[in-house]
């Protein structure tokens, strides 16, 4: 698969797409006034402690307390599957844990304690960040864990010699150097002689010295780490020889990208482009347009098909449906079907990865009668989603076609980070009818009509009311001259909200 990096950054914010062989697969955006936080440390002050949610809240300065749980105090590996899919320890030492499995929160911190805790998960909606008190820090072939004395080795690295060599190297380095912490060795340390190796054990004892040296030098909350910026992050997690060129359009992001490309993979520095065309880097390749696509619920199949992306605060509700497409002339109608759902899926999993969809995931194929059609779309999806870098498993949960995906969510997705609710109707994404306003309308007069005295009514209401009462809805109009037997005077008002209305006495 050819991939490349297109990178736009205006100072403000900067964006990244990945494409893959020429289609936009994923995008990241950072914002400098909104700057993503996962991976950043702190130093915090526990402000609740909650025995019967085995929880407690930390305040680290942010607009809302952090929440740690006390699996995130207790479970020490648990960080390193956070950070990397199917790469885990697999050695025969177990890590050190603190307080053991069966640990209760009061017993490990108190009220009013200071904590160095770690942001797992952004704050989404009005969640407060997910913490960690169990610190992990990423290099290019080793993760950091200062927490625990520990060294593991990927499991994708399956050679019994490479693993026993890698551990050796940083065996090694600890004995000499007095490094503490433990370290777990990526799949990208494989074959990678001793010096790159040794490299990231320098940077994390370096850098663990300056957080510690701040940590207790700083009043909490204060942050004492700040996880790299989004285009030298994702060069560290993600260049390989599959990107065939890496372009940027600021000058600056070019400089350090060559810089950081030099030091990780040096053959690669001539793929590092800058873009000097007039014309905006995202137009010039097609990822504007994807993104716009992107913020529709509406995604159209090249068959004709299409399929519908709801988001909710529970789950994502992904629907699949013919649309135009009526298959062969003299075809089944199961093959249409079929070949509908299977040219979905691959566009359903690329719209997850685009959008950054998380948590619970329905999908909503059109139903299958034969149980080996039904069989071959749930293997369709679990091949796709081998794409995705972010953990997810998919199950067949019915008969008919549904299948649930649970996608790891530590981010908000595209859609949560690129619009807001409509202010208009408040997120509903619809309003009442006129019709149904012009009868609020006559209720609340027949209501207050007694009231009244005698008096005339002036109705101030949206011009788009005043001209349903005056036209399709003229007989609500009649029947309140009628109730009130005097005269009703309308008002059209545009600053007035669509299903607001005022009834005055004259």
């Known amino acids: 698969m050819n991939k490349e990096m297109i990178v736009s950054s205006n100072g403000h914010q900067t964006m990244v797409a990945i494409l893959e062989d020429d289609q936009v697969s994923e995008v990241f955006i950072e914002r ?161 002689p001793p010096e790159d190796i040794t490299a990231d054990l320098e940077y994390f004892q370096r850098i663990w010295a300056e957080v510690r040296q701040r940590a207790d030098s700083v009043r909490p909350p204060a942050v004492i780490y700040r996880e790299l910026g989004l285009v030298n992050k994702l060069l560290r997690d993600l260049l390989s020889s599959d990107y065939s060129v890496i372009r940027l359009d600021d000058p600056q992001d070019y400089q350090q990208a060559k810089e950081l490309v030099q030091r990780l993979m040096p053959s690669m520095v001539g793929r590092v482009k800058l873009y000097q065309k007039p014309f905006p880097i995202f137009e010039e390749y097609g990822v504007q347009q994807e993104i716009e696509k992107a913020l529709r619920s509406k995604v159209w199949l090249k068959s004709g098909g299409y399929i519908v ?26 093959d249409t079907i079929v070949k509908t759902n299977l040219e979905a899926v691959r566009e359903i999993v690329r719209q997850i990865r685009l959008r950054d969809l998380g948590g619970i995931i329905v999908l909503d194929f059109i139903d299958m009668e034969e149980k080996k059609n039904r069989q071959k779309v749930l293997q369709a999806v679990e091949q796709e989603l081998k794409k995705d870098r972010s953990p997810s498993k998919a199950v067949a949960v019915s008969d008919f076609g549904l299948i649930i995906i649970t996608r790891k969510r530590v981010k908000q997705s595209l859609e949560r980070t690129l619009t807001e609710p409509c202010p208009y109707c408040s997120g509903s994404g619809v309003i009442k009818s006129s019709a149904t306003i012009c009868y609020e309308i006559l209720d609340e007069v027949r209501k207050i009509g007694p009231e009244l005295n005698g008096a005339g009514v002036v109705l101030r209401v949206n011009p788009e009311i005043a001209r349903a009462l005056q036209e399709e809805e003229s007989g609500v109009l009649r029947e309140l001259r009628e109730t009130i037997r005097k005269e009703v005077t309308l008002r059209p008002d545009h600053l007035l909200h669509h299903e607001q209305f005022d009834v005055m006495a004259r």
Do not use: C, W
């Open 309 to 334: 992306v709801n988001q909710t605060e529970a789950l994502v509700a992904i629907d699949v449906n013919t649309g135009r497409y009526v298959g062969k002339k003299n075809g089944r109608l199961e």
């Open 32 to 192: 400098e006034r909104q700057r993503g936080i996962v991976g950043n440390v702190y130093k915090g002050r526990v402000s609740k402690v909650l025995p019967g949610m085995q929880s407690a809240f930390v305040d680290v300065g942010l607009e809302r307390d952090g929440f740690l749980y006390v699996s995130d105090v207790v479970d020490t590996m648990e960080e390193f599957e956070r950070l990397e899919s199917g790469e885990d320890e697999n050695g025969d030492e177990e890590p050190e844990r603190r307080g053991g499995p069966q640990a209760k929160i009061e017993e490990l911190i108190r009220e009013g304690q200071d904590i160095i805790v770690q942001v797992a998960k952004e704050p989404l909606g009005t969640k407060g960040a997910r913490l960690t008190s169990h610190v992990t820090m990423a290099g290019r072939f080793l993760v950091f864990m200062p927490t625990v004395d520990h060294v593991g080795v990927s499991r994708k690295i399956e050679s019994r010699e490479e693993r026993a060599r890698l551990r050796g190297i940083v065996r090694e380095f600890r004995e000499q150097h007095g490094f503490t912490g433990g370290v777990i060795i990526r799949t990208a340390a494989a074959g990678r």
